[in-house]
């Protein structure tokens, strides 16, 4: 167990809807991390959040949104969806932002677009 | 345009033989490199790391090299177990904002 959570684990909805997808970091840690698993692909990385703050920006869709609370943890938000957008979304969390700096996976949430 | 690419996407290796899992890069401007190893329905678990200032960085059975001029890294896994059967990803860091993985190769350890 990473300490990070991931919910909901399992989403299936259709074209054209909106979703949010919640991640709980590792208590301490200050970096979110969204990643995206399509089938056969590598992890995406999509975008960081570091206290509260957009730190870096990877293969984000405009469709897609992101953020992190004061509380510290962070949402996804997937909107006007398309049947590519079906993936496993990973959140990592790490204490600081840097290359160095370990980061801890959740278990992921496995969306499915129909 | 895949940065970070890992060409086999599948290894079979006897128990107590090495493994060899490779991955090659195109941007020189990485700075760490890192591996992480996935066990279906998890998330992947961080396993090894080098700067970009090594060229080999060692933990227990695990040791990853980096060739910088042939902009390769490998990780060693010896002796292989049957619990090290998951798949691993090579990932490398721009400066700790951006991070790039490779598809992964699936390491089958046969008892």
């Known amino acids: 167990d990473s300490g990070v959570t991931q919910t909901p684990k399992h989403l299936i909805t259709a074209t054209g809807q909106r979703v949010t997808l919640r991640c709980s970091p590792r208590?301490?840690?200050?970096?979110v991390y969204w990643y995206q698993q399509s089938l056969d692909q590598g992890l995406q990385f999509l975008i960081q959040?570091?206290?509260?703050?957009?730190?870096a920006k990877g293969n984000i869709l405009e469709r897609f949104s992101a953020q992190q609370f004061p509380d510290l943890h962070s949402e996804l938000n997937l909107s006007s969806l398309e049947l590519g957008d079906s993936a496993l979304y990973f959140c990592?969390?790490?204490?600081?932002?840097?290359?160095?700096?370990?980061?801890?996976f959740g278990p992921g949430t496995r969306l499915t677009v129909l | 345009d895949q940065q970070v690419k890992q060409n086999s996407p599948s290894l079979s290796v006897q128990e107590g033989r090495i493994s060899i899992l490779n991955c090659d890069y195109t941007?020189?401007?990485?700075?760490?490199f890192l591996w992480y190893k996935k066990y279906p329905a998890e998330g992947p678990t961080f396993l090894i790391s080098?700067?970009?200032?090594?060229d080999k960085n060692e933990d227990g059975r695990f040791t990853v090299f980096l060739n910088k001029s042939a902009k390769h890294l490998s990780l060693h896994i010896v002796p292989s177990q049957p619990g090290d059967s998951a798949v691993y990803f090579c990932?490398?860091?721009?400066?700790?904002?951006?991070?790039?993985f490779g598809t992964g190769t699936s390491l089958t350890v046969i008892p």
């Open positions: 990592a969390s790490s204490f600081r932002t840097g290359s160095a700096d370990t980061q801890y």
């Open positions: 208590s301490g840690d200050l970096s």
């Open positions: 959040y570091y206290n509260g703050e957009e730190r």
């Open positions: 941007n020189s401007m990485f700075d760490y």
């Open positions: 080098i700067s970009s200032i090594k």
């Open positions: 990932a490398a860091s721009l400066t700790g904002n951006q991070f790039y």
